[in-house]
């Protein structure tokens, strides 16, 4: 029973490394599967922290100081990895005074780590391991909680503002993060004074990680909740001006497509005839842009009707203009009809697979 702490301990760690670990490897081969960068930038923060667990776990086993000070290392990589994944999910850029605040966090805890005194910052304690103590267990605390919050927070206003489609999936992120950020730094810091608090932290920690990880493989609609909102893609005939297809993945004001299509070619006439410029790609106003995408080509223009633009958004009407170009090569060339396009909601389905619906479910 005397080892029984220590064998608790290197099992929490063994298993959260392992659950983190192969949750960071589906989710890399999942983002060079879909060519997802965000993706690619959640799975880097998992699997370092699998390698931060692993050499943890190894620490506690051989009460090892300089192992359980060299775990620090891929830990004070994976953070970044986090705030610059939650930015970008939440803003598409990311806040420079954020990760300021952070670069200046992480150069204390790794000053502190490896270049003072290790008998003022840790204890190999008999039957248990090696525990962290003074003022690098506090700067460690607020490490956690910076990242902890910011994570929480990203995941709170993601499932405030999710649609009833995903309200389940977001319920799940939601207790996910919640466990995995707040809860955890609070058994972390209570850790400090009961060290059994420290096996429970980590298990909770990998729990919720593991939850979040599952959810979003299952459905990443839910990381572009807060970036932008789709309301609509147009397929308009610029020469007849006509819309030869639309869908709609949130409820718009009526709209009338020929006039509305009208009125965009006149526009882009007008802006040409006097700036010479070339053709209009997008259209700001108060509360949503009008993205436009004219094929080289043909005829005609994709237009997506959203809160705010994104490079995700950009990108994805101009892969939806070519695939349309490529199926209906045939019907483009000859009269176009409306009601000849209606196969093309499999391409917005194939290509916008990202983009949450905000339509009611029935």
Same mark, same amino acid.
């Given at each position: 029973?005397?080892?029984?702490?220590?064998?608790?301990?290197?099992?929490?760690?063994?298993?959260?490394?392992?659950?983190? %670990?192969?949750?960071?490897?589906?989710?890399?081969?999942?983002?060079?599967?879909?060519?997802?960068?965000?993706?690619? *930038?959640?799975? %880097?923060?998992?699997?370092?922290?699998?390698?931060?667990?692993?050499? /943890?776990?190894?620490?506690?086993?051989?009460?090892?100081?300089?192992?359980?000070?060299?775990?620090?290392?891929?830990?004070?990589?994976?953070?970044?990895?986090?705030?610059?994944?939650?930015?970008?999910?939440?803003?598409?850029?990311?806040?420079?005074?954020?990760?300021?605040?952070?670069?200046?966090?992480?150069?204390?805890?790794?000053?502190?780590?490896?270049?003072?005194?290790?008998? @003022?910052?840790?204890?190999?304690?008999?039957?248990?391991?090696?525990?962290?103590?003074?003022?690098?267990?506090?700067?460690?605390?607020?490490?956690?909680?910076?990242?902890?919050?910011?994570?929480?927070?990203?995941?709170? &206003?993601?499932?405030?503002?999710?649609?009833?489609?995903?309200?389940?999936?977001?319920?799940?992120?939601?207790?996910?993060?919640?466990?995995?950020?707040? $809860?955890?730094?609070?058994?972390?810091?209570?850790?400090?004074?009961?060290?059994?608090?420290?096996?429970? %932290?980590?298990?909770?920690?990998?729990?919720?990680?593991?939850?979040?990880?599952?959810?979003?493989?299952?459905?990443?609609?839910?990381?572009?909740?807060?970036?932008?909102?789709?309301?609509?893609? *147009?397929?308009?005939?610029?020469?007849?001006?006509?819309?030869?297809?639309?869908? @709609?993945?949130?409820?718009?004001?009526?709209?009338?497509?020929?006039?509305?299509?009208?009125?965009?070619?006149?526009?882009?006439?007008?802006?040409?005839?006097?700036?010479?410029?070339?053709?209009? &790609? =997008?259209?700001?106003?108060?509360?949503? $842009?009008?993205?436009?995408?004219?094929?080289?080509?043909?005829?005609? %223009?994709?237009?997506?009707?959203?809160?705010?633009?994104?490079?995700?958004?950009?990108?994805?009407?101009?892969?939806?203009? =070519?695939?349309?170009?490529? $199926?209906? &090569?045939? &019907?483009? /060339?000859? =009269?176009?009809?409306?009601?000849?396009? =209606?196969?093309?909601?499999?391409?917005?389905?194939? $290509?916008? @697979?990202?983009?949450?619906?905000?339509?009611?479910?029935?």
């Amino acid at each position: 029973m005397d080892n029984f702490d220590n064998f608790l301990l290197v099992l929490t760690t063994s298993i959260t490394g392992t659950l983190l %670990a192969i949750g960071g490897i589906i989710t890399f081969i999942h983002a060079i599967k879909k060519r997802n960068q965000l993706i690619l *930038l959640f799975s %880097a923060m998992w699997l370092l922290y699998g390698v931060f667990w692993f050499i /943890d776990a190894a620490a506690h086993y051989l009460y090892s100081i300089p192992l359980m000070a060299v775990a620090i290392v891929p830990q004070l990589i994976a953070v970044p990895c986090i705030i610059i994944f939650i930015e970008l999910v939440r803003k598409e850029h990311v806040n420079p005074i954020k990760i300021s605040i952070l670069v200046i966090i992480e150069s204390i805890v790794f000053y502190i780590t490896f270049f003072m005194n290790p008998n @003022d910052n840790w204890n190999i304690i008999a039957g248990y391991g090696v525990h962290n103590k003074g003022i690098l267990r506090y700067s460690q605390i607020i490490f956690i909680f910076y990242y902890a919050l910011l994570y929480y927070i990203w995941s709170f &206003q993601t499932w405030r503002k999710a649609p009833k489609s995903l309200r389940r999936s977001t319920n799940l992120l939601f207790i996910g993060s919640t466990l995995f950020s707040v $809860v955890t730094a609070i058994m972390y810091t209570l850790g400090t004074f009961i060290r059994t608090f420290n096996s429970i %932290a980590f298990i909770v920690h990998s729990i919720g990680a593991i939850t979040n990880i599952i959810v979003i493989l299952k459905d990443p609609r839910i990381i572009y909740i807060l970036p932008f909102k789709a309301y609509r893609i *147009l397929v308009v005939d610029t020469n007849e001006s006509v819309a030869l297809f639309k869908y @709609d993945w949130a409820k718009v004001g009526k709209l009338e497509e020929t006039m509305f299509s009208m009125m965009l070619q006149a526009i882009g006439n007008v802006l040409d005839d006097i700036l010479k410029k070339g053709e209009v &790609q =997008e259209i700001q106003m108060d509360r949503a $842009v009008l993205i436009i995408h004219h094929d080289k080509n043909h005829s005609i %223009a994709s237009i997506l009707i959203a809160s705010k633009s994104s490079k995700s958004l950009r990108y994805g009407l101009k892969r939806f203009n =070519e695939k349309f170009v490529n $199926v209906f &090569q045939t &019907q483009l /060339d000859g =009269e176009r009809k409306v009601g000849m396009f =209606e196969e093309t909601r499999a391409l917005v389905d194939n $290509v916008f @697979d990202y983009v949450p619906s905000y339509k009611a479910v029935s």
